[in-house]
Nanobody
Framework: QVQLVESGGGLVQAGGSLRLSCAAS????????MGWFRQAPGKQREFVAG????????TYTDSVKGRFTISKDNAKSTVYLQMNSLKPEDTAVYYC????????????????WGQGTQVTVSS
């Protein structure tokens, strides 16, 4: 299990940008697929983006394609989520997650979770 700490959330106007970071206390960070999830009030936790161990493959939920970019720096044991053209419907608590499954698009694929960081997008 990996200890994960998210940062970078905050309040931004629609159309603005934020970059979330997730730092891992794990020297074998490169062994893990990483994902970003989000949960808005009254809604279930939703997959946002995922990236493979080497960072060579990524996937995104349809609603963020073209706006969000996930990246992974194994040397720094950090995963990022660059969020551009933010919309009010992006408002949620964002969580990063780590897993060793060969799949990386659903909650059961991950067994380590961060504490979450709030992202609020105003109209």
């Amino acid at each position: 299990q990996v200890q994960l700490v998210e940062s970078g959330g905050g309040l931004v106007q629609a159309g603005g940008s934020l970059r979330l970071s997730c730092a891992a206390s794990e020297r074998t960070f490169s062994d893990y697929n990483m994902g970003w999830f989000r949960q808005a009030p009254g809604k279930q936790r939703e997959f946002v983006a995922g990236i493979t161990r080497s960072g060579g493959s990524t996937t995104y939920t349809d609603s963020v394609k073209g706006r969000f970019t996930i990246s992974k720096d194994n040397a720094k044991s950090t995963v990022y989520l660059q969020m551009n053209s933010l919309k009010p419907e992006d408002t949620a608590v964002y969580y990063c997650a780590a897993g060793r499954s060969r799949f990386y698009t659903r909650q059961p694929n991950f067994d380590s979770w961060g504490q979450g960081t709030q992202v609020t997008v105003s109209s």
